[in-house]
């Protein structure tokens, strides 16, 4: 085994040296692209809980207008109810005074007349009344239906990423202690290998340590066909400076973030369009290049899993 790690090292070696720049090129303008998709699939994630905290609001508005509007209809009905007793009143005048004067009857009559038709704007208006307040009903089942929905589906998502992200701890057990560590924030799941655990000093080539650790990551990963990998490469700020196959810092994270994409290839249960390979040479440092402590945290491979948020994305576009 360790014959043919030689041997196709050798051959890389070699093939490399030729089109170093060509890759380096290719491998940036695919980068650019692939982090594009990758920032806009977290501003996606946050835009799911802007737009559920929107609905919240919405449905908030909606309590307060059904309040209101009840409120409204029941004075509409004590009116009623004044008018009502106004009109029977004025009708049992009415009766008292018919046998006694026919202008008073006519007064009378057109009074009722006025009452009866006030009555009847005041029905219409609470009909109108209860109309909305069922109008206003729908709406916010259907909000709170679907900011319900939207709940669980966050709470569903975040659940699979504790869950994928436990199966990696569990995974990488062995490797603990090592320069690896497992952790989940914002959403994603990352998992770091410092360059120590990975690769010697100026290689792209993967130990067997390495090999191991990614091999059982990867399994993890083909378990999961809904999640998108994004693997890093990061340096320290030392300048590289061994020529030849290597053109700067960012020449060889992007090397090496690739190598640890050809390991995860080999498990045909990865689904080769959810893995991005992006190299950040020493521009995204998580420690202080002014240590030799700092910079070990530096040399690092970080690998960042996403999930998809294809159902939530449908749900807020279902208008």
Not at 97 to 107: H, P
Not at 147 to 163: F, N
Not at 268 to 286: D, M, Q, V
Request: hydrophobic share 35%.
């Amino acid at each position: 085994m360790i014959k043919k790690l030689l041997i196709l090292t050798l051959v890389i070696s070699t093939s490399t040296s030729c089109v170093s720049s060509k890759i380096y090129k290719e491998l940036e303008g695919k980068y650019t692209t692939l982090k594009n998709e990758y920032d806009s699939l977290s501003a996606a994630s946050d835009g799911v809980l802007n737009d559920k905290n929107s609905l919240q609001n919405q449905l908030d508005q909606l309590q307060s207008d059904y309040d209101a509007t009840l409120l409204e209809r029941n004075q509409l009905q004590q009116e009623v109810s004044a008018l009502q007793k106004k009109y029977e009143a004025l009708n049992e005048a009415y009766s008292a005074l018919e046998q006694n004067s026919s202008k008073s009857i006519a007064e009378n009559a057109q009074k009722n007349r006025e009452l009866l038709a006030q009555l009847d704007a005041k029905e219409l208006a609470l009909t109108a009344e209860n109309d909305r307040l069922l109008k206003l009903e729908a709406d916010m089942q259907e909000r709170s239906q679907r900011i319900a929905e939207l709940e669980a589906l966050i709470a569903s998502k975040d659940q699979a990423m504790r869950d994928l992200k436990n199966a990696i701890s569990n995974a990488l057990t062995a490797f603990e202690g090592k320069g690896l560590t497992v952790e989940q924030r914002n959403g994603n799941v990352y998992v770091s290998m410092e360059n120590k655990l990975l690769f010697k000093s100026g290689s792209w080539a993967i130990g067997n340590e390495g090999r191991t650790a990614i091999e059982q990551l990867g399994a993890v990963l083909g378990d999961n066909p809904d999640i998108a990998v994004l693997i890093e490469g990061h340096t320290d700020n030392d300048p590289f400076s061994s020529g030849g196959q290597i053109a700067n810092n960012w020449d060889l994270s992007t090397k090496r973030a690739t190598a640890i994409v050809q390991i995860l290839r080999e498990n045909e249960a990865i689904n080769p369009e959810n893995l991005t390979a992006a190299g950040r040479g020493e521009f995204a440092p998580i420690a202080s290049n002014e240590t030799t402590q700092g910079k070990a945290k530096n040399r690092r491979i970080e690998v960042v899993l996403t999930p998809k948020l294809d159902e939530i994305s449908k749900l807020l576009n279902n208008d």
